[in-house]
């Protein structure tokens, strides 16, 4: 079993509706990070956590709200989808914020 | 403006030719980690370089981190198919405590 596991792995969605976007991990690490991945822009940072109750913006955070519900788990969510949030989205764990372990991605398409 | 800047983008040679892929800055990190990711998977770290000018060496592909500690670069002999995906570079600036990544170098090594 992966240690970093994001739930679901696919999804295709509409414009306005609400997306949940869920991650798990088995690490025991305190840190954890959504990023986005689009072609040709790279890896950016949406929101991280460093313990359960804190919660941080990344340079990306317009649209999207995420919550650490214990110390294992960080889901991120997108209120109301717009099609420019169509994206490969990652969640990623650390132990001192240098070294990162990311899931397999959740691709999102918003129609 | 990029903190690190990958060059080239995207390199295609045949198996068995050997390859270059650099990270560069303009500010110096306190380490700087390789990660690789094959399409349709999260990034996967291969190493972190820590010190000024440390080479280190994972079976055929070769890491070096330079002497200011404000580049690095990942050679690879005799490539493989399964070298085929995408490097990125990551790091955090001397005085910062976020995680900064390069867009990428795209790898594909033709059978």
């Given at each position: 079993?992966?240690?970093?596991?994001?739930t679901?792995?696919?999804?295709?969605?509409?414009?306005?509706?609400?997306?949940?976007?869920?991650?798990?991990?088995?690490?025991?690490?305190?840190?954890?990070?959504?990023?986005?991945?689009?072609?040709g822009?790279?890896?950016?940072?949406?929101?991280?956590?460093?313990?359960?109750?804190?919660?941080?913006?990344?340079?990306?955070?317009?649209?999207?709200?995420?919550?650490?519900?214990?110390?294992?788990k960080?889901?991120?969510?997108?209120?109301?989808?717009?099609?420019?949030?169509?994206?490969?989205?990652?969640?990623?764990?650390?132990?001192?914020?240098?070294?990162?372990?990311?899931?397999?991605?959740?691709?999102?398409?918003?129609? | 403006?990029?903190l690190?800047?990958?060059?080239?983008?995207?390199?295609?040679?045949?198996?068995?030719?050997?390859?270059?892929?650099?990270?560069?800055?303009?500010?110096?990190?306190?380490?700087?980690?390789?990660?690789?990711?094959?399409?349709?998977?999260?990034?996967?770290l291969?190493?972190?370089?820590?010190?000024?000018?440390?080479?280190?060496?994972?079976?055929?592909?070769?890491?070096?981190?330079?002497?200011?500690?404000?580049?690095?670069?990942?050679?690879?002999?005799?490539?493989?198919?399964?070298?085929?995906?995408?490097?990125?570079?990551?790091?955090?600036?001397?005085?910062?405590?976020?995680?900064?990544?390069?867009?990428?170098?795209?790898?594909?090594?033709i059978?």
């Open positions: 079993d992966a240690d970093v596991t994001q679901p792995r696919n999804r295709i969605t509409k414009t306005g509706k609400r997306i949940m976007l869920e991650c798990s991990q088995t690490k025991g690490h305190d840190r954890m990070y959504w990023y986005r991945q689009d072609p822009l790279g890896l950016r940072l949406i929101y991280y956590s460093f313990d359960v109750k804190d919660i941080n913006k990344g340079e990306i955070s317009d649209g999207y709200s995420v919550s650490r519900q214990a110390q294992a960080f889901s991120l969510s997108l209120e109301s989808a717009i099609p420019n949030q169509t994206a490969l989205y990652f969640c990623a764990t650390s132990d001192q914020g240098r070294e990162l372990f990311f899931g397999e991605g959740s691709r999102l398409t918003v129609l | 403006t990029q690190l800047e990958q060059s080239p983008q995207f390199l295609s040679i045949q198996e068995g030719e050997n390859l270059t892929v650099y990270c560069n800055s303009s500010s110096v990190f306190s380490s700087l980690q390789w990660y690789r990711q094959e399409p349709g998977e999260g990034p996967v291969l190493v972190t370089v820590v010190t000024g000018g440390e080479v280190k060496k994972l079976k055929r592909l070769t890491f070096q981190f330079g002497d200011a500690r404000k580049d690095s670069s990942l050679h690879i002999t005799a490539a493989q198919p399964g070298d085929t995906g995408l490097y990125l570079c990551a790091g955090v600036p001397d005085g910062n405590n976020r995680l900064a990544f390069g867009k990428g170098n795209q790898v594909v090594v059978p």
